[in-house]
Protein backbone atom coordinates (compact mmCIF):
# COMPACT_ATOMS: atom_id res chain seq x y z
CA UNK A 1 0.00 0.00 0.00
CA UNK A 2 1.83 3.43 -0.83
CA UNK A 3 0.69 6.63 1.37
CA UNK A 4 -1.09 7.79 -1.99
CA UNK A 5 -3.64 5.12 -1.89
CA UNK A 6 -5.40 7.37 1.13
CA UNK A 7 -6.14 10.76 1.58
CA UNK A 8 -5.46 11.36 5.48
CA UNK A 9 -8.28 11.90 7.38
CA UNK A 10 -11.09 12.02 4.34
CA UNK A 11 -13.54 9.77 6.21
CA UNK A 12 -14.40 7.93 3.36
CA UNK A 13 -16.81 5.00 3.63
CA UNK A 14 -15.82 1.45 2.87
CA UNK A 15 -13.87 0.62 5.60
CA UNK A 16 -14.72 -0.34 9.32
CA UNK A 17 -11.14 -0.16 10.89
CA UNK A 18 -9.13 2.38 11.07
CA UNK A 19 -6.09 -0.32 12.30
CA UNK A 20 -6.18 -3.65 12.26
CA UNK A 21 -3.17 -5.81 14.02
CA UNK A 22 -3.42 -9.56 12.91
CA UNK A 23 -1.25 -11.97 14.62
CA UNK A 24 1.58 -9.68 15.41
CA UNK A 25 4.34 -11.00 17.20
CA UNK A 26 7.22 -8.88 18.24
CA UNK A 27 10.73 -10.64 19.26
CA UNK A 28 14.03 -8.74 21.07
CA UNK A 29 16.47 -11.50 20.30
CA UNK A 30 15.09 -14.58 22.11
CA UNK A 31 12.45 -12.55 24.13
CA UNK A 32 8.78 -12.46 22.80
CA UNK A 33 7.66 -9.14 23.70
CA UNK A 34 4.25 -9.29 21.77
CA UNK A 35 2.73 -12.48 21.31
CA UNK A 36 -0.17 -13.36 18.83
CA UNK A 37 -1.70 -10.03 18.90
CA UNK A 38 -5.17 -9.55 17.25
CA UNK A 39 -6.50 -5.89 17.40
CA UNK A 40 -8.87 -3.96 15.27
CA UNK A 41 -9.62 0.03 16.44
CA UNK A 42 -13.03 1.09 14.65
CA UNK A 43 -14.23 4.49 13.41
CA UNK A 44 -15.22 6.92 15.72
CA UNK A 45 -14.44 4.65 18.97
CA UNK A 46 -12.55 4.96 22.18
CA UNK A 47 -9.85 2.10 23.07
CA UNK A 48 -8.35 1.50 26.52
CA UNK A 49 -5.19 0.17 26.35
CA UNK A 50 -3.84 -1.68 30.17
CA UNK A 51 -1.58 -3.75 31.98
CA UNK A 52 1.32 -3.07 34.33
CA UNK A 53 4.40 -2.13 33.53
CA UNK A 54 6.28 -4.53 31.06
CA UNK A 55 3.15 -5.57 29.71
CA UNK A 56 4.20 -4.61 26.48
CA UNK A 57 1.94 -1.10 25.68
CA UNK A 58 4.50 0.62 24.79
CA UNK A 59 5.97 -2.21 22.31
CA UNK A 60 2.30 -2.43 20.90
CA UNK A 61 1.63 1.40 20.00
CA UNK A 62 5.56 1.52 18.65
CA UNK A 63 4.84 -1.35 15.96
CA UNK A 64 1.25 -0.03 15.64
CA UNK A 65 2.85 3.28 14.59
CA UNK A 66 5.61 2.81 12.71
CA UNK A 67 8.62 3.08 15.39
CA UNK A 68 8.95 -0.94 15.47
CA UNK A 69 8.89 -3.13 12.53
CA UNK A 70 7.13 -6.80 13.52
CA UNK A 71 8.87 -9.63 13.59
CA UNK A 72 5.91 -11.38 12.17
CA UNK A 73 2.25 -10.95 11.76
CA UNK A 74 -0.08 -8.42 8.97
CA UNK A 75 -1.28 -4.76 9.78
CA UNK A 76 -3.87 -3.23 8.09
CA UNK A 77 -4.99 0.56 7.60
CA UNK A 78 -8.40 1.07 6.81
CA UNK A 79 -8.37 -2.55 5.72
CA UNK A 80 -5.31 -2.37 3.08
CA UNK A 81 -2.50 -4.29 4.19
CA UNK A 82 0.37 -1.90 5.22
CA UNK A 83 4.11 -3.19 3.88
CA UNK A 84 6.09 -3.74 6.89
CA UNK A 85 9.30 -2.65 4.92
CA UNK A 86 7.99 0.47 3.79
CA UNK A 87 6.22 1.22 7.38
CA UNK A 88 7.40 3.96 9.03
CA UNK A 89 6.71 6.73 11.83
CA UNK A 90 6.69 9.27 8.57
CA UNK A 91 4.37 7.05 6.81
CA UNK A 92 1.88 6.41 9.75
CA UNK A 93 1.32 10.60 9.89
CA UNK A 94 0.62 10.48 5.64
CA UNK A 95 -2.18 7.71 6.66
CA UNK A 96 -3.79 10.14 9.91
CA UNK A 97 -2.16 8.46 12.98
CA UNK A 98 -0.75 10.45 15.48
CA UNK A 99 0.59 9.84 19.03
CA UNK A 100 0.62 12.63 21.45
CA UNK A 101 3.22 12.41 24.16
CA UNK A 102 2.55 13.80 27.06
CA UNK A 103 2.90 17.67 25.94
CA UNK A 104 7.08 17.02 25.23
CA UNK A 105 6.30 18.46 21.67
CA UNK A 106 5.26 21.69 22.38
CA UNK A 107 7.40 24.60 22.85
CA UNK A 108 7.45 26.20 26.18
CA UNK A 109 8.24 29.96 25.05
CA UNK A 110 6.51 30.02 21.60
CA UNK A 111 2.50 31.11 21.47
CA UNK A 112 0.16 28.95 21.23
CA UNK A 113 -0.58 29.73 16.96
CA UNK A 114 3.41 28.74 15.98
CA UNK A 115 2.81 25.61 17.81
CA UNK A 116 -0.16 24.52 16.57
CA UNK A 117 1.90 24.86 12.65
CA UNK A 118 5.23 23.73 13.37
CA UNK A 119 6.22 21.92 10.85
CA UNK A 120 3.08 22.25 8.77
CA UNK A 121 3.49 26.31 8.25
CA UNK A 122 0.82 27.93 5.70
CA UNK A 123 2.64 30.12 3.10
CA UNK A 124 1.74 32.64 0.74
CA UNK A 125 2.40 32.91 -2.97
CA UNK A 126 5.61 34.15 -1.92
CA UNK A 127 6.97 31.86 -0.02
CA UNK A 128 6.52 33.78 3.57
CA UNK A 129 4.30 32.39 6.40
CA UNK A 130 0.97 33.86 6.71
CA UNK A 131 0.86 35.06 9.94
CA UNK A 132 -2.65 36.20 9.97
CA UNK A 133 -4.67 32.99 8.69
CA UNK A 134 -2.18 30.73 10.76
CA UNK A 135 -3.77 32.95 13.67
CA UNK A 136 -7.41 32.70 12.32
CA UNK A 137 -7.18 28.93 12.23
CA UNK A 138 -5.87 28.37 15.38
CA UNK A 139 -8.64 30.74 16.97
CA UNK A 140 -10.72 28.10 15.38
CA UNK A 141 -9.17 25.28 16.61
CA UNK A 142 -9.26 26.88 20.71
CA UNK A 143 -12.77 27.99 20.27
CA UNK A 144 -13.88 24.69 18.12
CA UNK A 145 -12.18 21.45 18.26
CA UNK A 146 -10.89 21.75 22.31
CA UNK A 147 -13.47 24.21 23.73
CA UNK A 148 -11.40 27.62 25.21
CA UNK A 149 -13.72 29.89 25.02
CA UNK A 150 -12.47 32.02 28.30
CA UNK A 151 -11.03 34.90 28.15
CA UNK A 152 -7.64 33.70 29.52
CA UNK A 153 -6.08 31.76 27.04
CA UNK A 154 -5.47 33.32 23.60
CA UNK A 155 -3.97 32.35 20.03
CA UNK A 156 -0.88 34.67 21.65
CA UNK A 157 -0.57 32.95 24.61
CA UNK A 158 2.79 30.81 25.76
CA UNK A 159 2.67 27.52 26.21
CA UNK A 160 4.49 27.75 29.60
CA UNK A 161 1.40 29.78 30.82
CA UNK A 162 -0.82 26.92 30.36
CA UNK A 163 -1.37 24.30 32.94
CA UNK A 164 -0.76 20.28 32.16
CA UNK A 165 -4.37 19.97 31.26
CA UNK A 166 -4.52 22.61 28.95
CA UNK A 167 -0.85 21.67 26.95
CA UNK A 168 -2.98 18.37 26.74
CA UNK A 169 -5.68 19.85 25.03
CA UNK A 170 -3.71 22.20 22.54
CA UNK A 171 -1.87 18.76 21.77
CA UNK A 172 -4.72 16.67 21.05
CA UNK A 173 -6.58 20.07 19.27
CA UNK A 174 -3.87 20.12 17.06
CA UNK A 175 -4.15 16.06 16.21
CA UNK A 176 -7.80 16.91 15.44
CA UNK A 177 -7.16 19.71 13.39
CA UNK A 178 -4.75 17.89 11.28
CA UNK A 179 -6.93 15.40 10.35
CA UNK A 180 -5.63 12.31 13.03
CA UNK A 181 -8.15 9.70 12.15
CA UNK A 182 -6.43 7.86 15.10
CA UNK A 183 -5.14 9.28 17.80
CA UNK A 184 -2.73 7.76 20.43
CA UNK A 185 -2.44 9.04 23.94
CA UNK A 186 0.27 8.28 26.30
CA UNK A 187 -0.91 8.59 29.97
CA UNK A 188 -2.11 12.05 29.76
CA UNK A 189 -3.48 12.23 32.59
CA UNK A 190 -0.05 11.71 34.53
CA UNK A 191 1.05 14.04 37.57
CA UNK A 192 -1.72 16.05 36.88
CA UNK A 193 -4.56 17.54 39.73
CA UNK A 194 -8.17 16.52 40.39
CA UNK A 195 -9.31 19.30 38.64
CA UNK A 196 -6.82 19.07 35.07
CA UNK A 197 -7.95 15.59 35.10
CA UNK A 198 -11.40 16.52 34.48
CA UNK A 199 -10.40 19.08 31.85
CA UNK A 200 -8.14 16.29 29.90
CA UNK A 201 -11.14 13.80 29.78
CA UNK A 202 -13.10 16.49 28.25
CA UNK A 203 -10.91 16.47 25.86
CA UNK A 204 -10.60 12.76 25.13
CA UNK A 205 -14.48 12.75 24.72
CA UNK A 206 -14.20 15.30 22.13
CA UNK A 207 -11.96 13.30 20.37
CA UNK A 208 -15.15 11.29 19.45
CA UNK A 209 -17.50 13.65 19.14
CA UNK A 210 -16.12 15.12 16.46
CA UNK A 211 -15.13 11.72 14.37
CA UNK A 212 -12.05 10.31 15.54
CA UNK A 213 -10.50 6.95 16.96
CA UNK A 214 -8.35 6.75 19.93
CA UNK A 215 -6.32 4.50 22.12
CA UNK A 216 -5.79 5.57 25.40
CA UNK A 217 -3.00 4.04 27.50
CA UNK A 218 -3.33 4.64 31.12
CA UNK A 219 -2.17 3.10 34.51
CA UNK A 220 -5.26 5.42 36.37
CA UNK A 221 -8.02 2.77 35.75
CA UNK A 222 -10.79 5.36 37.00
CA UNK A 223 -9.61 7.50 34.26
CA UNK A 224 -9.45 5.18 31.43
CA UNK A 225 -12.76 3.32 32.62
CA UNK A 226 -14.73 6.54 32.51
CA UNK A 227 -14.22 7.70 28.48
CA UNK A 228 -13.49 4.19 26.85
CA UNK A 229 -15.99 2.45 25.11
CA UNK A 230 -13.88 -1.06 24.96
CA UNK A 231 -10.51 -1.82 27.50
CA UNK A 232 -7.68 -4.21 26.30
CA UNK A 233 -5.66 -5.95 28.45
CA UNK A 234 -2.32 -6.68 28.04
CA UNK A 235 -0.44 -8.91 30.17
CA UNK A 236 3.19 -10.16 29.29
CA UNK A 237 2.91 -8.70 25.54
CA UNK A 238 -0.63 -10.77 25.07
CA UNK A 239 -4.12 -9.49 24.93
CA UNK A 240 -5.89 -11.78 27.67
CA UNK A 241 -9.13 -9.62 27.67
CA UNK A 242 -11.69 -6.81 26.22
CA UNK A 243 -13.56 -5.33 28.80
CA UNK A 244 -17.16 -3.14 28.08
CA UNK A 245 -16.84 -0.56 31.07
CA UNK A 246 -20.24 -1.28 31.96
CA UNK A 247 -19.89 -5.20 32.41
CA UNK A 248 -16.64 -4.98 34.87
CA UNK A 249 -16.64 -1.81 37.87
CA UNK A 250 -12.95 -0.03 38.12
CA UNK A 251 -12.41 -2.43 41.77
CA UNK A 252 -13.32 -4.83 40.09
CA UNK A 253 -11.24 -4.30 37.30
CA UNK A 254 -8.19 -3.49 39.94
CA UNK A 255 -8.89 -7.15 41.03
CA UNK A 256 -8.73 -8.58 38.33
CA UNK A 257 -5.54 -6.87 37.28
CA UNK A 258 -4.01 -8.00 40.38
CA UNK A 259 -4.67 -11.35 40.17
CA UNK A 260 -2.82 -11.45 36.71
CA UNK A 261 -0.02 -10.37 38.26
CA UNK A 262 0.22 -12.67 40.91
CA UNK A 263 -0.46 -15.67 38.93
CA UNK A 264 2.63 -15.07 37.50
Given at each position: ?????????????GYQHIVRLADVQKYFGAVQALKNINLAIGRNEIVGLIGDNGAGKSTLIKTLTGVLKPSAGRIFIREEEVDLDDYSVHMAHKLAIQTVFQDKSLGEKQPLWRNFFVGRQITNRLGFIDIKQEKAIAEEILKKAIGFRGAGI???????????????????????????????????????????????????????????????IEHNLAHVHEVADRLVVLDRGEIVAEVRPEDMTVPELTEYLIDLQQSH
Open positions: MSTGDVVAGSGAATVESTVKQLSGGERQGIAIGRAMHFKADLIILDEPTVALAVKEVRKVLDFVRRIKTQGHACIY
